[in-house]
């Protein structure tokens, strides 16, 4: 049977207030968040993101919480007011064959002064993968759901996930099998098709240049 490591505790936080992370290693404020790399909407796109923060925030914080109790063992789990979107995530048949070895695992990558923090890598016993997965949580299922074509993902987490595949090389020396996203919708719950690392960590390149290129610019 193989051995599952846990992911070790990194010296790196993160300031709640602004989102900063810090890495003690390197003793200072990484000046940029994987977010922040990855992020390439329009001005138009983030005030409508900030017009809704109210509603979107409180839900994703809970349900990521609900997730990181579940994976640490806990019984006693408060859903707030989103039972809705965390138990049919509760009920994915992944968690059935699935052993973690990180939670909300924060990193850093100093050569780029990037910090990030991961929502869930583990190991899929059914499929002997390691599974790096992020989280998402949706709103309104009448946009994603279509009686004639099916589910739609709603965009692709690629770039995100490369981020976190090089930081996990950079501080764990490991690199998982594949990857994965969760979309918690209310009363629903889908994980998408497998997504290939090559194909996440060439996102990565691809929006790390970018971003490396507009501050060059400023």
Known sequence: MKTIQKLPKLPVFRSERDHKYYCEKSNKWLKFSTTQVCNELDEKAKENIEHTRHIWQPRGETVHYCLEQKML???????????????????????????????????????KDVGGQLDLIGYDTKAKKVRLIDLKT?????????????????????????????????????????CNTIWA????????????????EEAWVEAWEKFEAKQEVF
């Open 185 to 200: 919708y209310k009363g629903k719950c889908v994980m998408n098709e497998d997504q290939p690392v090559e194909r996440c």
């Open 73 to 111: 063992g806990s019984d006693d789990i408060d859903m707030g007011d989103y039972q809705e979107w965390v138990i049919p995530l509760f009920d994915l048949e992944l968690f059935t064959h699935f052993e973690p070895m990180g939670v909300e695992y924060m990193m850093s990558n100093p050569a």
């Open 138 to 178: 949706k709103g309104d299922t009448k946009w994603d759901f279509k009686k004639r074509t099916g589910w739609k993902e709603p965009y692709r987490t690629d770039k995100q996930l490369g981020c976190y595949i090089e930081m996990l090389d950079i501080n764990c020396g490991i690199r998982p099998d594949i």
